[in-house]
């Protein structure tokens, strides 16, 4: 109860302080609309896809993905400027739970991944895609996931260089080969065989793979639920080391 509590206490501060300056969350989606605007409509052709919709179906699930990854992926410099302000230093003589320190975080952060997600979802509606709510449910569930894996993980790096300098490369060195290996942008149907080798070893190309298929309506195909487990083990693993970070950085 008291573990409840305190992770509700730091996500409805947290969301205080987002909402205080919520161009943020604009921000976030400015890059995914102008893909979504200006690279979706040329996509037809180049995935031989029968109709503008079809192509939509291929290219949105995969732009929801990218937006949960980088989204999360660089949340650890907020709380760079929370250590240098003190904030996490204050929480020291706190009762607080460590966990709840970075769960209330992480939770904010998957909230507004999901506004965001939603935003996107409705523009492209204008697209003629369309998509089952009960699918797009359970692949906002997979993004919802992600978001709280790579934020949780963001913020243990942070914890761990406690520098924006070396937080920046860092992120940027996994995030570019991470974008390139999971067919986020385009399929890696037509990949050569050894590029698809090393993307079945990407956790994020099942989970675009899931995603895609729960937009095509496929709801008992193998990639959903597959997709679904590695992302929700991941997203276990990545909480519990960096509950680790908070537990060692706040003592």
């Known amino acids: 109860m008291k573990f409840a509590r305190d992770t509700w206490l730091i996500f409805q501060r947290q969301t205080q302080l987002l909402l205080r300056n919520p161009v943020w969350v604009f921000v976030g989606v400015f890059q995914p609309v102008m893909y979504l605007l200006l690279f979706a409509p040329l996509l037809k052709p ?18 929801l993905v990218l937006l949960a990854i980088f989204g999360g992926l660089f949340q650890g410099f907020g709380l760079i400027a929370e ?10 003589v706190t009762p607080i739970s460590r966990l709840a320190l970075l769960l209330g975080r992480s939770l904010r952060d998957v909230v507004s991944l999901l506004v965001q997600a939603v935003i996107i979802t409705l523009l492209a509606l204008l697209f003629d895609l369309r998509v089952f709510i009960g699918d797009l449910l359970l692949a906002y569930l997979m993004l919802a996931l992600i978001a709280l894996m790579t934020s949780a993980v963001s913020y243990g790096v942070a914890l761990k260089v406690k520098s924006e300098d070396a937080l920046a490369p860092l992120m940027n060195t996994v995030a570019q080969p991470v974008l390139l290996l999971s067919g986020i942008l385009l399929p890696l149907t037509f990949a050569p065989g050894w590029l698809q080798g090393i993307a079945d070893w990407n956790p994020f190309s099942w989970a675009v793979d899931g995603t895609r298929a729960l937009f095509a309506g496929d709801l008992g195909s193998d990639k959903v639920w597959q997709g679904l487990s590695i992302t929700a083990v991941l997203a276990v693993l990545g909480v519990y080391w960096a509950a680790r970070q908070f537990a060692r950085s706040v003592r």
């Open 46 to 63: 180049a995935l031989n896809a029968p109709t503008q919709a079809a192509a939509y179906k291929i290219f949105v699930p995969g732009l």
């Open 83 to 92: 250590l240098r302000a003190g904030v996490i230093e204050r929480s020291r």
